[in-house]
């Protein structure tokens, strides 16, 4: 803006304008620190007092008589002692089952969970036979969840890493907040999926729900059927072949990827064009207009 | 956060009652302060149910004074029908402050009930040939028990459990809602309805009741208004989507249906099981499986959904 007098913004285009006051060019600030990936920093990606597990060791828990509590707990102390493959029988519909677990475990859900089942978690692999209710796998950084059946509401909400598969549909809200890692979701989702997401893929096979992406600042949304309607300023992009192949690997992978390929997905991402990705304040951009 | 539940049977009764307590039970969390039962049995021919209310159970901590108006109240209830010439078949007295009576009545039924809500602490809770609708401060465990609906047979059953947040903990406030004065109908509900004063005095300037201030009033009165003019309740539910404003997940009985309807924003959750003989729904997971134990499917209706089912 240096050199530039007020007589002469106000002979200039609005365009003109924005350009001179530096409102085209000027690189945000503040946004994460980028850290160098090492492959050899393991400490990064285990915690020390991590339980030593066999995966070759298994036992059960049947959770019939048990509060939620107790057969998180149980599960601990089962990782304790050195079981890499719990199996949780009769879950019968209960909150919260196996939150919480922050490293390396084949865990095996018997049945359909309630709200808040495997949220919290870094690092298990966990398979669950039935359904799960609302905030399935709310906040997890890493491993993977599959689901082999349908799934509530906020499915993934805010998770940060790792894959989380639904083999049917899921509610509304699906991915709302998400932060990173993979959804992956084999029938239909609900309005408002990917709401305020932040960065990662979403992948719904079937049909999406209203206002799909509605605010999301990044990240990318692959739908194989029909959407409803697109949110605020979530966008059509051109699907690559890097996407295509992208996706081809992870259906592929947990058995959904469909006969025809995946050449018919839909991409979407962030149209960028909201409020907050400029950096003007309001008192700011009333100079201008 | 209220927890809602629903069931209904294809072509068969069954112990709703309980079957329905075991829901409600498994649902306490989600709501400790009051609990609400509107179960559908076969009814008679030609004769009327009628849950009524004298008092509010905090009323009777309130002295002794309080029987002797009790027994003036319903001295004073069955003046009116005697007035409206409705034959007393049976009639019991539940708790000190709720009645039940079966009668057979060839009038205008409106009247009457109109009358009997005119005398002060009365309170028609259910009037239909099918429908008793139970409700009272506690757990499912304790109004059941308190109420004897642990073995009640019949087609059908919608239950809350509340968390009050808008208005009193009391039986006025609590769930469900009968349809006032349409036969049979009753209104369970989760969330909150952010239009009330503006539909309930459009209700109300159409001659509409109201006994509470609870926002969950309102969707029994609108049903009731839009059925006595002759639409259907998946019409009217329909419509409610449209009319109606705010979060909200809830469900209507019949004398011979069940209905669900979610809101735009599909914000309240409610978890579905249908088989060929019998319909579920709840809030959480955890209430279906109170009564089916075994492995099963279960969906959640998506925003905008309305669904009727036929016992």
């Known amino acids: ?289 | 956060m209220c927890g809602i539940a629903g069931l209904i049977h294809r072509g068969r009764t069954s112990n709703v009652g309980g079957e329905m307590t075991s829901m409600l039970q498994s649902l306490k969390h989600r709501g400790p302060d009051s609990t609400g039962f509107a179960v559908y049995g076969a009814g008679s021919p030609g004769d009327y149910v009628m849950r009524v209310k004298v008092a509010e159970q905090e009323d009777m901590s309130r002295g002794r004074g309080i029987h002797q108006v009790i027994e003036e109240r319903i001295s004073a209830l069955d003046g009116v029908l005697a007035e409206h010439k409705a034959a007393v078949k049976d009639s019991g007295r539940v708790t000190p402050y709720a009645l039940r009576y079966v009668l057979s009545h060839g009038g205008d039924t409106e009247e009457m009930a109109r009358h009997i809500e005119e005398i002060e602490g009365v309170e028609i809770l259910s009037l239909g040939n099918g429908l008793e609708l139970i409700k009272d401060l506690g757990d499912a465990g304790e109004v059941a028990g308190q109420y004897g609906l642990d073995a009640f047979a019949g087609t059908h059953a919608i239950g809350h459990t509340r968390m009050a947040t808008e208005s009193d903990v009391d039986i006025r406030s609590a769930h469900p809602y009968w349809a006032f004065p349409y036969n049979d109908v009753s209104v369970v509900h989760n969330g909150q309805i952010t239009n009330y004063w503006i539909m309930r005095r459009e209700m109300e300037r159409k001659g509409h009741r109201f006994m509470s201030s609870c926002d969950s009033e309102l969707l029994a009165v609108y049903v009731a208004h839009h059925m006595a003019k002759g639409d259907t309740l998946e019409t009217t539910m329909r419509r409610s989507i449209e009319e109606i404003d705010g979060v909200f997940t809830y469900l209507v009985a019949t004398k011979d249906q069940l209905g669900m309807a979610k809101d735009t924003m599909a914000a309240k959750p409610l978890v579905l099981y249908e088989s060929d003989d019998l319909i579920a729904m709840a809030s959480e997971e955890v209430a279906i499986r109170a009564i089916l134990p075994q492995e099963i499917d279960t969906t959640d209706p998506y925003d905008e959904e309305v669904r009727v089912w036929q016992a």
């Open chain 1, 1 to 289: 803006m240096a050199g530039v007098t007020d007589a002469e913004l106000k002979t200039m285009s609005q365009e003109d304008r924005a350009k001179a006051l530096g409102m085209m060019t000027e690189q945000l600030t503040g946004r994460s620190m980028f850290i160098e990936f090492d492959e050899d920093a393991e400490a990064r990606f285990t915690y020390p007092w991590a339980p030593e597990v066999d995966f070759n060791k298994r036992t059960e828990i049947d959770a019939d008589a048990l509060e939620t509590t107790e057969v998180n707990q149980a599960i601990r102390d089962l990782m304790a002692e050195g079981y890499g493959t719990i199996v949780v029988k009769n879950p019968r519909g209960k909150h919260s089952i196996g939150v919480g677990i922050l490293s390396r475990l084949n865990l095996i859900i018997e049945g359909s969970t309630g709200y808040f089942g495997v949220g919290l978690i870094d690092g298990p692999n966990v398979r669950i036979n039935g359904r799960v209710g609302w905030s399935c796998g709310e906040n997890m950084m890493s491993g993977t969840v599959v689901i082999e059946k349908n799934a509530g509401s906020t499915f993934g909400a805010a998770i940060r890493g790792g894959d989380l598969v639904c083999k049917g549909s899921v509610g509304s809200r699906t991915g709302i907040d998400m932060k990173g890692g993979t959804i992956i979701v084999g029938g239909d989702t609900g309005a408002l999926s990917g709401f305020m997401m932040q960065r990662g893929r979403m992948v719904v096979c079937g049909n999406a729900g209203k206002n799909l992406g509605d605010s999301m600042y990044d990240g990318t949304i692959y739908v194989g059927g029909e959407i409803r309607s697109l949110g605020v300023d979530a966008v059509e992009a051109d699907l690559t072949e890097l996407d295509q192949a992208w996706l081809t690997r992870k259906l592929r992978q947990y058995g959904l990827l469909p006969e025809q390929g995946v050449g018919h997905f839909t991409k979407i991402v962030a149209g960028k064009q909201l409020w907050n990705y400029d950096n003007l304040e309001p008192n700011e951009k009333k100079l201008i207009l």
